[in-house]
């Protein structure tokens, strides 16, 4: 069972791995465009919806464990990907599975870092492979960047509620100093460190996957 417990905000950190993380999605995004990869109305068809709704469920139930358990468990995320693909081979045969293995590497693929650091829990991890197993690379960029916003907004209110925006700056301070040093992070930024404030970040994708689908369902993304 794979911990869904999350990025770190307040004494552990949030806005590093963050910032990190969304300029990765930013970049990957530039390379997918350039493989003719990122595609406008992905649910042109009506029946391309299916995939969005499996993609719906696995989020609602993995935000709902992750903001109670503070766990996603490995049969919802394998469950979650092992759909994507079956639907995305049923309805689109080979380009179809492309569509799914490449959605759930670029999931793993981008994060993989910041499970690394020990700043992301390996559930929600897993749980952005899954999610891009059923929505393909292109829609799960989106709902990467989508996610990360979300989960900048739940730390800052989490750092200013908790009295700690100085220890805040200061980790944001250390995480710069590890990347231009090429070092790992110390533990004052890891999610070992009991002192540290976490933020569900299985909870920002769910909210993600699901106002992101509204958007795209009533035309306005």
Known sequence: MGGGATLIAGAGLSSGPLVDAAA??????????????????????????APWLVAVLVALVAGVL??????????????????????HTVLLRWPGLKTALLGMALGLGVLLPFV????????DWKLAGALGACL?????????????????????????????????????????????SLHMPGPEVSLDNPQSTKIPFGVALALAVVFYGIGKASGRM
Do not use: E, Y
């Open 66 to 87: 992750d903001w109670r358990v503070r766990r996603i468990p490995n049969w919802l995320t394998v469950s979650g990907a092992a759909a994507g693909i079956l639907i």
């Open 116 to 123: 690394i650091a020990r700043s992301l829990g390996a559930g």
């Open 136 to 180: 393909g690379p292109a829609q799960l960029l989106n709902v990467l960047m989508a996610a990360i916003l979300v989960a900048g907004v739940m730390a800052l209110g989490v750092v200013i509620w908790k009295g700690r925006l100085k220890q805040t700056f200061l980790n944001i301070a250390h995480m710069l100093a590890a990347l231009v």
């Open 24 to 49: 990765a999605v930013h970049s990957t995004s530039g390379t997918l465009a350039s493989w003719g990869l990122v595609t406008s109305g992905a649910l042109a068809a009506p029946w391309l919806v």
